[in-house]
């Protein structure tokens, strides 16, 4: 059974500050995507990593994917409020998988 | 809006009684998702389509839960005698089969309550 873990689970900062959100497993991924959930609504894909290595920006946003394709992170640059939010990592399995295995989130909370 | 959509975004049930949900692709996508969320939790797979064909179902569902795609346009999932355990957010994805990176867009859910 492949398992993504998100770690810090819970993370709020003051705005201008840096972070840092993980996300390991133990299985490889083809790829790798990150969402951000607002409360009731659905996940909102904010950009997908397939090569082993791979760094994406996105504005205050940088995601890494590791060399070898089992782990992410997503770096944020002076957070503002508006990026408070749950953000998502969902990898796709190798061998042709179509479902996405999910962490459980962080929640982010950037505090003015 | 040519986003995923789905209906209701909320239905309040009573334990043992069915319920039906329905969710629209963007037009041009022939695969089609279904996953649970919980609270807390991330969401977890459930079954997906690719046109009418349901390629994958997970044990999570069980069989009390039905999904179709008759048309290989819109997808219904329904639930039989639900259980309070059943109460979750009902998330509905699409992506384009043969797509660079199999990207899958989500839709605004329907957060089910059983009582």
């Known amino acids: 059974t492949q398992l993504l873990e998100q770690s810090p689970q819970f993370l709020s900062i003051q705005e201008g500050e840096n972070l840092t959100v993980y996300c390991n497993s133990s299985s490889v991924f083809s790829s790798l995507q990150w969402y951000r959930q607002e409360p009731g609504e659905g996940p909102v894909l904010l950009v997908t990593?397939?090569?082993?290595?791979e760094v994406k920006k996105l504005k205050r946003l940088t995601f890494q994917f590791g060399d070898a394709r089992k782990d992410s992170s997503l770096h944020i640059t002076a957070a503002q409020p508006g990026d408070t939010g749950l953000y998502l990592c969902a990898g796709r399995g190798i061998q042709g998988a179509q479902k996405l295995v999910f962490g459980q989130g962080t929640r982010l909370t950037i505090n003015p | 809006d040519t986003g995923v959509s789905q209906d209701p975004r909320h239905k309040i049930t009573k334990r043992g009684q069915n319920v039906t949900f329905r969710c629209d692709p963007i037009s041009e996508h022939n695969r089609l998702y279904w996953y649970r969320q919980t609270l807390g939790q991330g969401p977890e797979f459930l079954t997906y389509?690719?046109?009418?064909?349901?390629?994958?179902k997970s044990r999570l569902l069980s069989d009390r839960f039905s999904a179709e795609r008759p048309k290989g346009s819109f997808s219904t999932l329904e639930i039989q005698r639900t259980e309070q355990g059943d109460s979750a957010m009902y998330l509905c994805?699409?992506?384009?089969?043969?797509?660079?990176?199999?990207?899958?867009?989500f839709g605004p859910g329907t957060r089910l309550t059983v009582l």
């Open positions: 990593v397939v090569t082993g290595g």
């Open positions: 389509f690719q046109n009418e064909a349901q390629l994958e």
């Open positions: 994805a699409s992506s384009i089969a043969g797509g660079r990176y199999n990207e899958q867009f």
